[in-house]
């Protein structure tokens, strides 16, 4: 388990990339790819890929959530790494939530054979001060959202309570909220010059011991991905579902329903030969087994940019924002992904 004192030192890193997104030295690129017909003609050969993010919406983010993904392949072995800062803050009749999480996955990725790919990760979340709930008061300013009582409470709170089910979780900051292990495999059921269609299965695994948030979980997801590519396009779409364990509770109480769908879209442009927008679009079924608003779907937008280092390497920064519903989704998220391929780099 991290110590209180590397956690904190990682959150801190979190926060400052939320605050300003690392800039990145870069020669000048013609827009090439934009005339090309095949995105592999490209500088980096590598077709695009929806971004390695995981939900943000609060509870989904402590479960097992299906995530949108390709319908081909890993190219080669990938080693990737991905951190992301978020602000919670939930104010409705059942629940209030009022916290930062933050998260950290690493994982590898390889490919088995023509028909078959696997990924193993791991996955640890915890809350710490990110410092974003000035960022998200002023984005709420901007863009002319209301701050649901936000100016009410002090910042930097660490909070969770539901009269509903009579959970109170205070000051926890640094306590760990997820620590698990996810094992996913893929087949390649179709595939074509410009189309792939994958179906894919995860295995995960969580266990958390000493902490508000003690739980042991083994669940199971299935979804099937689509992907299209047309010169410097991409577009994904992902159908899932997860199997949770039985007579599992988060926070001990809140009860989880058996079996959850989601849902996912994705669209990738590549305006130059390394460099790419990515906007993609999350939809969750609600994840509790009652009438609150946790028990309705969560929707999230994602708007990201990446930076393909050749075919040796790829810089993903991302941030996620709810939208639909606002009383049982994080406000935003900021993330950032590296993606190292080594089959490249042994080359």
């Given amino acids: 388990m991290l110590s209180l004192k590397y956690r904190r030192c990682l959150s801190w890193g979190l926060s400052c990339f939320a605050f300003s997104i690392p800039s990145i030295s870069m020669a000048d690129e013609s827009s090439d790819c934009a005339e090309e017909q095949n995105p592999r003609g490209c500088e980096s050969s590598r077709l695009s890929s929806p971004f390695r993010t995981y939900p943000a919406s609060p509870l989904q983010a402590m479960t097992l959530t299906t995530q949108l993904r390709s319908g081909e392949l890993v190219d080669d072995a990938e080693l990737f790494f991905m951190a992301s800062a978020a602000s919670v803050w939930i104010q409705n009749r059942d629940f209030q939530f009022d916290y930062y999480q933050n998260q950290a996955v690493s994982g590898i990725a390889w490919r088995v054979n023509d028909d078959w790919s696997a990924e193993v990760k791991y996955q640890l979340a915890w809350s710490a001060n990110n410092h974003l709930d000035t960022l998200t008061i002023d984005f709420h300013d901007w863009v002319g959202i209301s701050q649901n009582g936000r100016l009410d409470k002090d910042k ?61 979980s083994f669940e199971q997801g299935l979804q099937a991905n689509y992907s299209f590519f047309h010169g410097p396009h991409s577009l994904f779409t992902t159908v899932g579902g997860t199997l949770h364990s039985a007579d599992e509770h988060i926070f001990q109480d809140l009860p989880v329903k058996r079996f959850t769908g989601a849902w996912a879209f994705g669209y990738g442009y590549r305006f130059a030969a390394n460099h790419e927008l990515m906007l993609e679009y999350h939809g969750y079924e609600g994840l509790l087994e ?21 075919d040796l390497a790829q810089i993903e920064a991302a941030a996620t924002e709810n939208i639909y519903n606002m009383g049982n989704s994080t406000d935003i998220l900021f993330s950032l992904g590296l993606r190292f391929f080594l089959g490249s780099i042994s080359n």
């Fill in 156 to 216: 930097h709170q660490n909070n969770i309570d539901s009269p509903l089910y009579n959970v109170h979780i205070n000051n926890f900051e640094s306590e760990i909220m997820v620590s698990a292990i996810h094992g996913y495999v893929q087949w390649q059921a179709f595939r074509t010059a410009s189309q792939a269609l994958t179906i894919g299965a995860t295995l995960y695994y969580n266990k958390v011991n000493d902490s508000a948030f003690a739980n042991s």
């Fill in 290 to 310: 009652d009438d609150s608003e946790f028990s309705k779907s969560s929707q999230e937008v994602l708007l990201g940019y990446r930076y393909y280092l050749k």
